[in-house]
């Protein structure tokens, strides 16, 4: 029986693929009970069924399979009873994936899902809000009051790096195409036959345009499916990426032991007075969600104290994240502590185990740093092995590449002489060497200058310089955008305009926002409307 107020039921398939709490939240922000699927019967007795996915083709099929779930999921399907997936949900309704070779989909949908062809767009993956654009006249539920008059969404979420393409086997269901990179790179973004729907972007990750979404297949009794696109389509608008404004947080315990967000000068959180406080900005679930309702598109946690020796299920920032979650209808990421760990009472965990316990908590995304610049620095030296026992690698092979961000505080090395620098130890690469511009050269007239990678919060200085870490971090699995946290805007600056094939999202720590930056300059659109907490803090 739904709960008093509840609009009624809906059911959740999870099965273990990535961050379902967000899900979860975004049916219960709509007014529903969710009710959770524990056996294949269940699937079959669902009135409406929410089948998410997030991490890679072939491990989410195996979980399919281990649980029992294949056959009843294809009957369910088959009798064209409500369905709606989401992500990777919808990737394995097709019938396979160049992600995982040999591993048959659900083949609901005709056709192959394929990678982005790294030559043809900005970077993979796909990451970040763009549109979609409808390709069938007529009305769908998912998309009631949600297109313009030229048929076009406002911006969604997507993180992906595989795809599936319009084709004549498909073009009964494909629903909507989103564009990237040139024009041969347009994807399905979503489609829908009957009662059945799935989305490539994330509608519960999607701020207020995603929840109405999720909103209209929630309400409604009766589905409409518009009749099939006609090929081949008329030359249209292509949707852009917008860019993305991303509030990061530094999370750490005060000398009461409560959770504050602090800000650093020269890494030091500590106020200048005689108390030495540590500097409070606010608290973290109530800063986050104003922030959110300001109009930031992705909110990340930097734990900077890491709680070293924390019991995993004690791990302050758990409730964070799964406060923030039931809010904040955007990207969620976590960083610091991210390791392998024994606890005071002797428990051994794994990284994994760790970043596991982060998705559940509500994390779309965990951020690495000073253990992957260590991680990176052993890549090198070993000639590019991949061993696959990394914590980049287990990480991002159970959850996906887009899953593990990569954090790096780089630190200005400068040089008088390019031809004079000396080679780093090991088989670590040369450093790009950047000119510096008129007014901005070193404390002693030099030029030129690189950027080094630093552990232990800055205070350890490495020679393995901030694009040797991107390129051994993407090789190995993490996502290939790599937030650089720091207080000195020029080295952001440089080094975006120096690493075409290396494109960053910079993330400026503490209180402030910064754009994602790529190599094309991207309709900047807004996600949605700000709506302001009433109860948000006036703490900036």
């Given at each position: 029986?739904?709960?008093?107020?509840?609009?009624?039921?809906?059911?959740?398939?999870?099965?273990?693929?990535?961050?379902?709490?967000?899900?979860?939240?975004?049916?219960?922000?709509?007014?529903?009970?969710?009710i959770?699927?524990?056996?294949?019967?269940?699937v079959?007795?669902?009135?409406?069924?929410?089948?998410?996915?997030v991490?890679?083709?072939?491990?989410?099929?195996?979980?399919l399979?281990?649980?029992?779930?294949?056959?009843?999921?294809?009957?369910?399907?088959?009798?064209?009873?409500?369905?709606?997936?989401v992500c990777?949900?919808?990737?394995?309704?097709?019938?396979e994936?160049?992600?995982?070779?040999?591993?048959?989909?659900?083949?609901?949908?005709?056709?192959?899902?394929?990678?982005?062809?790294?030559?043809?767009?900005?970077?993979?993956?796909?990451?970040?809000?763009?549109?979609?654009?409808?390709?069938?006249?007529g009305?769908?539920?998912?998309?009631?009051?949600?297109?313009?008059e030229?048929?076009?969404?406002?911006?969604?979420?997507?993180?992906?790096?595989?795809?599936?393409?319009?084709?004549?086997?498909?073009?009964?269901?494909?629903?909507?195409?989103?564009?990237?990179g040139?024009?041969?790179?347009?994807?399905?973004?979503?489609?829908?036959?009957?009662n059945?729907?799935?989305?490539?972007?994330?509608?519960?990750?999607?701020?207020?345009?995603?929840?109405?979404?999720?909103?209209?297949?929630?309400?409604?009794?009766?589905?409409?499916?518009?009749?099939?696109?006609?090929?081949p389509?008329?030359?249209?608008?292509?949707?852009?990426?917008?860019?993305?404004?991303?509030?990061?947080?530094?999370?750490?315990?005060?000398?009461?032991?409560?959770?504050?967000?602090?800000?650093?000068?020269?890494?030091?959180?500590?106020?200048?007075?005689?108390?030495?406080?540590?500097?409070?900005?606010?608290?973290?679930?109530?800063l986050?969600?104003?922030?959110?309702?300001?109009?930031?598109?992705?909110?990340?946690?930097?734990?900077?104290?890491?709680?070293?020796?924390?019991?995993?299920?004690?791990?302050?920032?758990?409730?964070?994240?799964?406060?923030?979650?039931?809010?904040?209808f955007?990207?969620?990421?976590?960083?610091?502590?991210?390791?392998?760990?024994?606890?005071?009472?002797?428990?051994?965990?794994?990284?994994?185990?760790?970043?596991?316990?982060?998705?559940?908590?509500?994390a779309?995304?965990?951020?690495?740093?000073s253990?992957?610049?260590?991680?990176?620095?052993?890549?090198?030296?070993?000639?590019?092995e991949?061993?696959?026992?990394?914590?980049?690698?287990?990480?991002?092979?159970?959850?996906?590449?887009?899953?593990?961000?990569?954090?790096?505080?780089?630190?200005?090395?400068?040089?008088?002489?390019?031809?004079?620098?000396?080679?780093?130890?090991?088989?670590?690469?040369?450093p790009?060497?950047?000119?510096?511009?008129?007014?901005?050269e070193g404390?002693e007239?030099?030029g030129y200058?690189?950027?080094?990678?630093?552990?232990?919060?800055?205070?350890?200085?490495?020679?393995?310089?901030?694009?040797?870490?991107?390129?051994?971090?993407?090789?190995?699995?993490?996502?290939?955008?790599?937030?650089?946290?720091?207080?000195?805007?020029?080295v952001?600056?440089?080094?975006?305009?120096?690493?075409?094939?290396?494109?960053?999202?910079?993330?400026?720590?503490g209180r402030?926002?910064s754009?994602?930056?790529?190599?094309?300059?991207?309709?900047?659109v807004?996600r949605?409307?700000?709506?302001?907490?009433?109860?948000?803090?006036?703490?900036?």
């Open positions: 029986m739904p709960a008093a107020g509840s609009k009624g039921s809906v059911t959740l398939l999870d099965y273990g693929a990535g961050n379902v709490r967000s899900v979860r939240n975004a049916i219960v922000r709509c007014g529903y009970d969710v959770d699927v524990s056996s294949p019967e269940d079959l007795a669902a009135e409406k069924l929410i089948f998410p996915g991490g890679s083709f072939g491990y989410c099929m195996q979980r399979r281990d649980s029992g779930f294949i056959e009843p999921l294809k009957q369910y399907i088959a009798e064209d009873r409500p369905l709606l997936g990777l949900g919808m990737q394995l309704l097709f019938e994936s160049e992600e995982s070779p040999g591993v048959a989909g659900l083949g609901v949908i005709p056709g192959k899902v394929t990678r982005f062809d790294d030559a043809l767009v900005e970077s993979v993956p796909h990451m970040g809000w763009n549109g979609a654009r409808t390709i069938r006249p009305a769908s539920t998912l998309l009631d009051g949600m297109v313009d030229r048929g076009y969404t406002d911006k969604v979420y997507f993180v992906h790096s595989y795809r599936a393409m319009l084709d004549e086997a498909n073009a009964d269901w494909v629903l909507t195409q989103t564009d990237y040139d024009g041969s790179q347009s994807f399905v973004s979503s489609v829908q036959k009957g059945v729907i799935a989305t490539q972007f994330h509608p519960e990750k999607s701020g207020e345009v995603g929840l109405s979404m999720l909103a209209n297949f929630l309400n409604s009794d009766t589905i409409v499916s518009p009749p099939p696109a006609v090929l389509l008329p030359t249209v608008d292509r949707t852009v990426l917008a860019r993305r404004v991303i509030a990061c947080l530094d999370v750490r315990s005060n000398d009461a032991g409560d959770l504050v967000v602090t800000k650093g000068d020269q890494y030091d959180v500590r106020e200048k007075d005689d108390d030495r406080g540590v500097r409070n900005l606010g608290k973290p679930v109530e986050a969600g104003r922030y959110y309702g300001e109009g930031a598109d992705e909110i990340t946690f930097l734990n900077i104290t890491a709680f070293r020796d924390t019991p995993l299920d004690d791990m302050p920032l758990q409730e964070v994240l799964q406060k923030s979650s039931e809010q904040i955007v990207p969620l990421c976590i960083g610091g502590g991210i390791r392998d760990y024994t606890d005071s009472e002797g428990v051994e965990y794994s990284a994994l185990d760790v970043a596991s316990s982060y998705f559940r908590s509500g779309d995304k965990i951020s690495l740093g253990d992957a610049v260590l991680i990176a620095e052993e890549w090198w030296n070993s000639g590019g991949t061993p696959g026992t990394t914590p980049i690698e287990r990480i991002s092979f159970m959850y996906g590449c887009q899953a593990v961000v990569i954090s790096c505080d780089p630190k200005r090395q400068y040089v008088a002489d390019p031809a004079a620098l000396e080679p780093p130890p090991g088989k670590l690469p040369a790009t060497v950047l000119k510096m511009a008129a007014g901005d404390p007239g030099e200058a690189w950027y080094a990678c630093t552990t232990q919060g800055g205070r350890e200085t490495r020679q393995l310089d901030a694009i040797g870490l991107a390129v051994a971090c993407e090789a190995l699995g993490a996502v290939r955008r790599t937030p650089i946290s720091t207080p000195d805007q020029n952001q600056l440089d080094l975006a305009a120096k690493t075409d094939a290396y494109p960053f999202a910079l993330l400026r720590r402030f926002f754009t994602a930056l790529t190599r094309t300059a991207p309709t900047p807004r949605h409307t700000p709506k302001v907490p009433a109860n948000a803090s006036s703490q900036v």
